[in-house]
């Protein structure tokens, strides 16, 4: 266990987050989650049916001992809205954890920057700790960390949306740049992208929709799992460097030469 993923000095022993959102049915996540190996498991805390006493959500249905909730502020597109809904998820779920979303704008779910940065100062400022999901934007990232953020969480492409690492270039800046855990989250539709977000150096990726809305959730979360510890191992063995031109697998030195025919 020499290479643990660690975020506000808890060590975690999967670098798959998982998201609970978009599933057919409660068994059908709790099934993918197992599948998964995730640890931290993504809540959204206004989904909840917190009105009715009686009805059961997804918090009825994990094992929170064998995983650690992440109430996140899904669905929120201001800070005063943001800010109430984390304080909601600590009085509901007991974890001062919160994945911090600022969406204003309903159509590309893209985050807020400014909104994100002072919900974040202020949760901050409560003992919340915050796990802040931004654009691939490594000056803000750079702000939040230095706010207090245990992580940063870029967006390889739109929320939803599978394309895949879009970012790619500017999430390599935040790594670069970064002294905290960085998460890619949202975008990735295959395991394939989970692998390469991990390539390149990612601490850790959040999966949700492509879990949920595949064929066989149980079995694509399975798949991101393995994706995730191979481009783990990846970027720990360290890949050759791009080449312009073909390199021989075989050296040429001290092959005999065949002579040419009528020589």
Known sequence: MDDVLTIAGVPLRSRLL???????SPEQCVAAIEASGAELVTVAIRRLDLDNPD???ELDYIDWSAHRVLPNTAGCRTVEEALFTARLGRSVTGSNWV??????????LLPDPIGTLRAAEQLIAEGFVVLPYIHADPVLAKHLEEAGCA???????AIGSGQGLLTLDEIRIIIENARVPVVVDAGIGAPSDAALAMEVGADAVLVNTAVAKAADPPLMAA????????????????????????SASSPAEGVPQLARAGG
């Open 18 to 24: 998982l998201g609970t959102g978009k599933y057919a």
């Open 99 to 108: 994945k911090l979303e600022v969406i204003p704008d309903p159509t590309y």
């Open 151 to 157: 992580t940063v969480m870029p967006l390889g492409s």
């Open 223 to 246: 798949a991101m799992r393995k994706a995730v510890e191979a481009g783990r191992e990846a970027y720990r063995a360290g890949r050759i460097a791009r080449r312009p031109y073909a």
């Open 55 to 57: 009805a059961k959500t």
